[in-house]
């Protein structure tokens, strides 16, 4: 008898599903699948999809195929969804921007948040990426985002800097005008140095974004402040509490009670010493490379110009500030505080996409497991794109943005960069004419 159930087992494995309508299906098959959720992979897997999206992805004895479907053999490599970062920022010009895109794209990170330092010219590039003009992560953009007269950050001029509420409701409301998917703001004093959004300000833009419509992200330094944006509505926090170690029991049930998330950005402070005390990382990356804009690699490559970054950077403060961070990130977590995966690259000091795929390994070296961080960087991420993101996990109805990567990054997360195809939306990425 239990022969008998094991030979229909296996004859119902192999009998094909009638031809579907429409595009022509893809059978992705004999891969191991991450599908972005907290199940473990599932080893010899089928992923189906079907136009941009997944119909189906399981083991192959529970995923049957239809008989007009492409199949593809990707026995011996690794299936994951597509990686969302949470924050980057385009520094390089708006006409080299389709390459840092498209470099990024070919990194695998198949959807992004740009935080705030978005003007009108970097608007229309990203609107012409949004249309399809050329290859690029799906975006979000809080255009131009706001901090305090002479507050941080100093480098970035066009920013918002209102003097009083009104200003600033004004300015929430041109950003909903531009169709801004979230507002963001700096609320940092870089240890004191600079002022921050005055209360009163905060509370405007707050309350207009409510109004509005539209979510508010913030940078923060201070526990102070994620109490006084918190008790606001805000609960999506970029950096990590950095006045104080380790947080007390109070924060975190804070923290749990208002749903709040953090995206700690880890790696933009490895940043200011990272390449400068090791330039060979840069020069054996190729990818890393094409990521960059042409300025931001010959200053990387100028050993004076490493020499004065390393002068300039307080590497005293900045260096045991990652490990702070960390081991905030470590406490967050294992308290039951969402993290989500947010790399602060920009396409020039920090390499477009490379710097999401960093962000997965300082996380696992805070102390996630490499599956914890993945999920950062898909499903987790995913929600904090709003309720229709549809995406960061392989399961069916949700989009086909995928890696396949040759290596298990659950046994080493720097396999995440082993990367042999990404899919977004179902086509696949042409990543060496990307990445050249």
Known sequence: MRVVACLVLLFG??????????????????????????????????VLIQGDRILAAGSRSA???????????????????????????????????????????????????????????????????????????????????????????????????????????????????????????????????????????????????????????????????VYHLGELGVTDFLHSVRDKEPMDRKFIDYALSKGIWFTPTLNVIESNWLFAENPGLLEGDKEAQAAMSPEALAQARDPEARRRKLEMAPLDILKPELGRSQR?????????????????????????????????RLLVEAGLTPQEAILAGTARAAMRLGVGAERGRLVPGYRADLLVLDADPLADIANSRSIARVMQGGHWVDREALLR
């Open 63 to 225: 995923v049957r195929i239809p008989s007009n479907a492409e199949t593809l053999d990707l026995a011996g490599k690794y299936i994951l969804p597509g990686l969302i970062d949470l924050h980057v920022h385009y520094a390089p010009p708006a006409e080299q921007l389709p390459k840092i895109l498209g470099a990024q794209l070919a990194f695998g990170v198949t959807a992004v948040r740009s935080v705030g330092t978005d003007d009108e010219t970097r608007m229309e590039v990203l609107r012409q990426a949004g249309e399809g003009a050329f290859p690029a992560p799906e975006i979000w953009t809080s255009g131009l985002g706001f901090t305090a007269p002479g507050g941080h950050p100093l480098d970035q001029p066009a920013v918002y800097r209102p003097n009083a509420p009104d200003e600033a409701r004004a300015l929430v409301r041109e950003l909903a005008a531009q169709q801004a998917d979230f507002v963001k703001m700096w609320v940092d004093s870089k240890y004191g140095s600079l002022p921050k959004i005055p209360l009163l300000v905060r509370e405007a833009i707050v309350d207009e974004a409510v109004e509005q419509v539209i979510p508010v992200v913030a940078h923060i330094f201070d526990e102070a402040d």
């Open 328 to 360: 905030f990130v470590k406490q967050m977590h294992d308290a039951g505080v969402y993290i989500g995966l947010g790399s602060d690259s920009n396409g020039a000091s920090i390499p477009a996409g490379w710097g999401t795929h960093n962000e997965l």
């Open 13 to 46: 494995a192999c009998v094909q599903a009638p031809p579907l309508e429409g595009p022509t299906p893809l059978a992705l098959v004999g891969a191991r699948l991450i599908d972005g959720t907290d199940a473990p992979p599932t080893h010899d897997a089928v």
